[in-house]
């Protein structure tokens, strides 16, 4: 299954970018997956990557549109979120310090915990790709 969205820059979308992720996996995945734990997960993944596209990337530019795609192959997620910034340099990124208590910069560390694999790539044809994968496991007893 392949499905996209083009969205606008703006957090008021964000429940409707989380129900269309959500609901398009539900209807092909149905019950092999145990969405009340898997939902929550995804749920962070997509509000952190859509919120710092609109709060960086697209800032002050809600015209921008944000394209979201999603590929599922079996329970495998692959989703990509494309916008129209500047772009980041990750070889400027320093976590933060577990004692810092800073209000910010824990967008790429969230990612990277929740999914397999994250890949950021910098202007692709006027664009930056920020690349998720995941294998949703499958729910205990659910036959297939």
Known sequence: ????????????????????????LELELGDLVDWSHQSNRLRLVLVEAYSNVVRHAHRDQPNLPVLIRLELIDRDI????????????L??????????????????????RLMDKVEYRLQVSGRNCLKLQATLPEKAGAEG
């Open 1 to 24: 299954m392949k499905t996209e969205l083009h969205i606008p820059s703006d957090l008021k979308f964000l429940q409707v970018v989380e129900n269309w992720l959500l609901n398009s």
């Open 78 to 89: 692959h989703l990509e979120i494309w916008d129209h910034g500047q772009g980041y340099d």
């Open 91 to 112: 070889s400027t990124y320093l976590p933060p310090a577990p004692d810092d208590m800073q209000d910010g910069g824990y967008g790429w560390l969230i990612l990277n």
